[in-house]
């Protein structure tokens, strides 16, 4: 059995060459292409307002979700420490809605005082915290918006490791919306 290799290998051939000698062509297809970006991340870089918008729901539901929760655990009158975990949970979960508002006043007060829901490792570990208290409620709610909250918190740290322009596009939908609020303001005070 002879077969008819070539006397460099392909890697140190020219390109002309090594296209040659491959004796199985590369597809491309949908799912290759979202998988391996081949223009730079370009794709993956247009796709980044839809996930910001995406991870903005979702961040504001499942803090919506939480305090919701916390503030029926504490009208039924639970024990001490239930009650103390619910406020924590309504001051975490209100963190979390004004986070999410991207107001510029709001936005500039937490990026100072707060800055660690900036860092994807520790915005992690936030929101397990929150998971846990949520989890600590013992009823049914609690449990699935501790998972929904378990969720999230995989869901953020992947979109902001896996894209690094994440800040940027959020940064600029947020001036945008600020520009369009000053728009809005002054149009209504000129009338």
């Known amino acids: 059995m002879a077969y008819n290799q070539p006397s460099v290998p ?17 597809q491309s297809n ?15 870089q ?7 918008l995406a991870m903005r729901f979702l961040n504001m539901a499942a803090s919506c979700a939480l305090i919701g929760v916390s503030v029926f655990v504490m ?27 991207q107001l510029k006043f ?15 490792n520790i915005r992690f570990l936030y929101y397990i915290l929150l998971c846990m208290i949520s989890w600590g409620f013992e009823n049914i709610a609690g449990r699935a918006v501790a998972l929904a909250l378990g969720f999230i ?18 940064e600029q939908i947020a001036k945008e919306e600020d520009r369009r609020i000053e728009e809005k303001i002054n149009g209504d005070v000129q009338k």
Not at 30 to 44: F, M, V
Request: glycine share 6%.
């Open 153 to 170: 918190a995989v869901f953020n740290t992947y979109i902001l490791c896996r894209y690094p322009g994440y800040r940027e596009v959020r």
């Open 46 to 52: 247009d796709d980044l307002p839809s996930i910001v």
């Open 30 to 44: 949908d799912l290759t292409d979202e998988l391996i970006p081949h223009d730079g991340r370009k794709k993956s």
């Open 106 to 120: 709001i936005r500039t007060s937490i990026a100072i005082n707060f800055g660690f829901l900036f860092s994807p």
């Open 75 to 101: 009208m039924s009158f639970p024990s001490l420490s239930n009650w103390i975990l619910s406020i924590y949970a309504i001051c975490g979960g209100l963190l979390i809605c004004c986070l999410e508002t």
């Open 10 to 26: 392909s890697w140190l051939a020219p390109e002309s060459e090594s296209s040659a000698n491959l004796s199985v062509p590369l």
